[in-house]
């Protein structure tokens, strides 16, 4: 049996909680140069695509910015057209929402994209949940959890409609719209639609509608519950197991040995999780202003108020506090964690963490062992954070025979191996 071969996808870091922003070598997060330089390392590497995340607000607590968020971020749309012009092979996909955007002007846009770029563009859908971002828009509510997936369904049907040519229709709950499109027949068909979601709507609307999906998980075992559950959705649909790619996201601290690169790694998390970041984290729980407390020592003898929100936008992520601080208190006792230790632990995202040997040897053997088709890495500066990655890493990827050492296809699709 031939091994399969290893997808990777590389996110420009900014919209999240783990870009280290005080390290000297951090740069800008809006300037061309940056995008560049980091476009033009990922595609040195070999990379299947890059991949932007957006934020249509700025977070906000206790009534200020939230200081780990990203001000400035130009338009993806804006970005990925101009990273068009300076690569020739790497995949370009970024975040739209479809709970803001409507299917016409944003088909348009994506099916431009993937004119200019010769066949490279994705799009990853999300369901922008929150009457906090949906203020900046025409509406200041927005739809119910259910809601937002039947839409997103009948948005990415009615796109199709247009990538197809022609005169298209969609008269249904969420689009009444009807008429024909002046766009040219697309390089690869259709922009590769990718989606991210854990939730059993987010995994069926992978199943049915997308190419790929961004998962979350920390082990090899949840990474093969995932991959078996979502696989096993695909027939039900029509499609095969091949139609649709798994790619975890995570992240990666390398060292010439593995005792250098464990102390790289807690040195990278002490970055990023700051002594007045970790209040402020544990703050979206417990909806208090804990200023006063000691980051390096317990967690707050006070209950959560449940009463209101000091959080708005992704930092409000919080359902269930209560149960939250409960889960949160049990492992610090049972470990003896400060709150810095505690939210450096409850952050964490699937790590791989060694010499270049052996993350190599740790993707091979989730891609082999079905526990995810490749990874999307996000690392934690900007723009350089992929050149060590790719000096060392890759090559030993390549070495193994599974991962290409020359761009073969001229599409993304392609490159993913994924129907036209």
Same mark, same amino acid.
């Given at each position: ?29 809006? +300037? ?26 700025? #977070? ?12 400035? %971020?130009?338009?993806? &749309? ?7 012009? *300076? ?32 066949? %490279? ?38 796109? %199709? ?12 709950? /969420?689009?009444?719209? +009807? ?24 995994? =069926? ?11 979350? /998980?920390?082990? &090899? ?11 096993? #959705? &695909? ?14 996201? +995570? ?7 593995? =005792? ?12 990023? @999780? ?6 402020? $984290?544990?703050?979206? *729980? ?15 003898? *006070?209950?959560?108020? @449940? ?59 989730? @891609? ?20 060590? $990655? *790719? ?13 290409? %050492? ?8 392609? /490159? ?5």
């Amino acid at each position: 049996m031939s091994r399969k071969q290893v997808i990777l996808g590389a996110q420009f870091p900014g919209v999240n909680n783990f870009t280290v922003w005080s390290d000297p070598q951090a740069g800008s997060q809006i +300037a061309f140069s940056s995008f560049r330089r980091f476009a033009e390392t990922v595609e040195r590497g070999r990379f299947d695509f890059i991949f932007l995340a957006e934020g249509l607000r700025i #977070r906000e607590q206790k009534g200020r910015f939230h200081e780990l968020d990203v001000a400035g %971020r130009p338009n993806t &749309l804006a970005i990925l057209s101009a990273l068009a012009s *300076v690569t020739r092979h790497v995949g370009l996909i970024g975040t739209l929402t479809t709970t803001f955007n409507e299917p016409y002007p944003l088909a348009r846009q994506l099916a431009t994209l993937d004119i200019l770029s010769e066949g %490279r563009a994705g799009w990853n859908v999300v369901t922008s949940p929150g009457a906090f971002t949906g203020a900046n828009f025409r509406r200041g509510d927005h739809l119910p959890y259910a809601q937002r997936y039947e839409r997103a369904r009948d948005f990415i049907e009615a796109a %199709r409609r247009l990538w197809a040519g022609g005169s298209f229709a969609a008269h249904g709950r /969420h689009f009444d719209i +009807a008429g024909a499109t002046d766009a040219a027949p697309l390089p690869q068909g259709a922009p590769v639609i990718a989606q991210a979601g854990d939730s059993d709507e987010g995994r =069926e609307l992978a199943a049915s509608h997308a190419d790929l999906i961004y998962s979350r /998980h920390g082990t &090899l075992e949840e990474g093969q519950a995932f991959y078996a559950d979502v696989k096993g #959705r &695909l027939t039900r649909y029509g499609r095969s197991r091949d139609a649709l790619k798994i790619l975890p996201g +995570a992240h990666f601290v390398l060292g010439d040995t593995p =005792e250098e690169a464990k102390a790289r790694y807690r040195a990278i998390r002490l970055q990023q @999780v700051s002594p007045k970041g970790a209040i402020a $984290f544990l703050e979206q *729980v417990w909806n208090r202003d804990l200023s006063a407390y000691d980051p390096d020592g317990p967690l707050p003898e *006070v209950e959560p108020d @449940v009463s209101a929100n000091l959080s708005q936008g992704h930092a409000n992520r919080y359902d269930d506090r209560l149960e939250t601080a409960k889960a949160w208190r049990a492992l610090a006792e049972s470990e003896g964690l400060s709150i810095r230790d505690l939210i450096i632990r409850v952050t964490e995202r699937k790590q791989f963490i060694g010499t270049p040997q052996q993350i190599a040897e740790e993707i091979d053997r989730h @891609v082999q062992e079905d526990a995810a088709d490749g990874f999307v890495f996000a690392p934690h500066l900007t723009p350089g954070g992929f050149d060590e $990655f *790719v000096a060392k890493v890759v090559p030993e990827l390549q070495d193994r025979g599974i991962f290409r %050492r020359e761009y073969e296809e001229a599409s993304l699709r392609g /490159h993913l191996g994924l129907a036209a």
